[in-house]
């Protein structure tokens, strides 16, 4: 098996981005000016001997025209954004970058808002899950829809439906994180399971042909809002056949009742009543789960790409890989669009600013971030290789095929966050029923609308 190599920056940066609702701990601000890089200039000279020559002259020249200070509020530490900064005055020499970071989420949530109410706010700064209606709704940042990474198909229509509204884009994303079902490929052979589970009832058979063998099926926790099997069950069996129900659930259309009893039921009753997840596993640390499966306890798991570094330190040679959650005919994955740059429509810098996320969409723009911040990428002009345990999932987000309930839900959602993974709990405990799980959201929901 080809040995993975994944950098503890990549696990770090991912998970940075994932959550919403994870609290970012409180730390002074970092401001550096990273200086001009290699200032000399000269003019392009009046009789050039190639085309090459004649273009890289007046590549120079374009240079010198821009000049200034440019301010960031990075999500991303100075380690981490180094790559990205010295590219882009290695391209841009004249222009120096003010960067100041604040880690996230909440801290950086919060920093970030204070900036902005108060007039102060930086040139460029990140968007994520969990500010993104502020941001858009307060008219803070500068719509993006006409520039050209957004209309020559370098950025992925993902991106622009994660972070766009009234078919407007506001944020540039380049990169993702994957997650879904990880199973051990030996212990699948071990049982006699020769191919991946395409539907749901497949799943189930794999799951009673690997207790059969007397190997442990699956373990979860039933902790995490991003990465679980109700989540993914949603995008197949609900969201697919209709883009626009959560619209229509904050529009008093639908409900959650509606539409979040089915995905539920079939976890509750396929996975739970038959006895292939627990409720004492509630109790279960991620630690802990990690570690049973990279130890081959346990033949599948719930995870996350920010997983991979910690599983191929406890067994280098294990052999498994990340599949989606099958449903009755579609299979979908956890996972979602990281956090992406944004340009401050109060900005007296927006040329600045422009030539930056311009240069971020780049090529080498690509190539600087995912060196530094180590994000699987999903914008076109970069390709990097990435690990084959989740090579086909990244495929498979940037086409769309995962779903995440804080990117969909258009308000209040922390508060909705939290309902979903206790209701989750409860059910998978035994005190309430796949619908009643669904209809507290239904009360929260009316709960936090009318404060």
């Known amino acids: 098996m080809k040995k993975k190599l994944v950098s503890l920056v990549l696990t770090a940066a991912i998970l940075g981005s994932v959550l919403a609702g994870c609290g970012g701990s409180s730390s002074t601000n970092n401001t550096t000016a990273a200086g001009d890089a290699g200032t000399a200039q000269t003019e392009p000279s009046a009789a050039v001997e190639s085309a090459d020559a004649s273009e890289a002259a007046g590549a120079d020249q374009g240079t010198e025209d821009l000049s200034g200070t440019l301010s960031i509020l990075s999500w991303y530490d100075e380690t981490k ?44 700064f990140y968007m994520a899950l969990e500010n ?23 950025i992925p229509d993902s991106v622009k439906t994660t972070y766009g509204a009234d078919g407007k884009a506001y944020s540039l994303a380049v990169d993702c994180w994957v997650g879904g079902i990880f199973y051990n490929k030996d212990l699948f052979d071990q049982a006699g399971i020769t ?86 596993m509630v109790g279960a640390t991620s630690d802990e789960i990690v570690t049973a499966f990279a130890t081959g306890q346990v033949a599948m798991i719930l995870s996350g790409s920010w997983n991979l570094n910690t599983i191929d330190t406890i067994n280098p040679d294990m052999n498994y890989k990340c ?38 969409a780049s090529p080498e723009g690509l190539e600087a971030q995912y060196k530094g911040y180590g994000g699987f990428t999903i914008a076109n002009g970069y390709s990097p290789e990435f690990p084959e345990e989740i090579a086909e999932a990244v495929t498979q987000v940037k086409d769309g095929k995962y779903y995440i309930p804080m990117a969909d839900w258009l308000s209040y959602t922390e508060s909705l966050r939290l309902t979903y993974i206790q209701s989750l709990q409860d059910c998978m405990v035994g005190t309430i029923t796949p619908e009643e799980a ?10 936090v609308s009318a404060e």
């Open 81 to 124: 954004a180094a790559p990205v900064i010295e590219a882009f005055n290695a391209k841009y020499p004249n222009v120096t970058i003010d960067f100041q970071y604040s880690p996230p989420v909440a801290d950086y949530v919060e920093k970030l808002s204070t900036l902005l109410y108060s007039g102060a706010g930086p040139d460029i």
């Open 195 to 280: 191919e991946e589970p395409k539907t749901w009832e497949e799943l189930l058979e794999v799951c009673q042909t690997l207790k059969d063998a007397g190997i442990q099926p699956i373990m979860d926790n039933c902790q995490d809002a991003a990465v679980n099997f109700t989540a993914p069950l949603y995008g197949s069996e609900v969201k697919s056949k209709n883009p626009n129900i959560v619209q229509d659930i904050f529009d008093g259309k639908a409900t959650f009742k509606d539409t979040w009893t089915t995905p539920i039921a079939m976890w509750k009753e396929g996975l739970i009543d038959n006895g292939y997840l627990t409720a004492d």
């Open 323 to 360: 599949m989606g959650v099958p449903g009755t005919e579609e299979t979908y994955y956890c996972g979602a669009v990281n956090v992406g740059l944004c340009i401050n429509s109060a900005s007296q810098n927006k040329e600045l600013a422009k030539a930056f996320l311009e240069f971020a």
């Open 438 to 447: 669904a209809s507290k959201l239904d009360a929260k929901l009316a709960e």
């Open 132 to 154: 993104r209606e502020d941001l858009i709704k307060g008219n803070y940042v500068e719509d993006l829809s006409n520039e050209p990474y957004m209309t020559d198909g370098t």
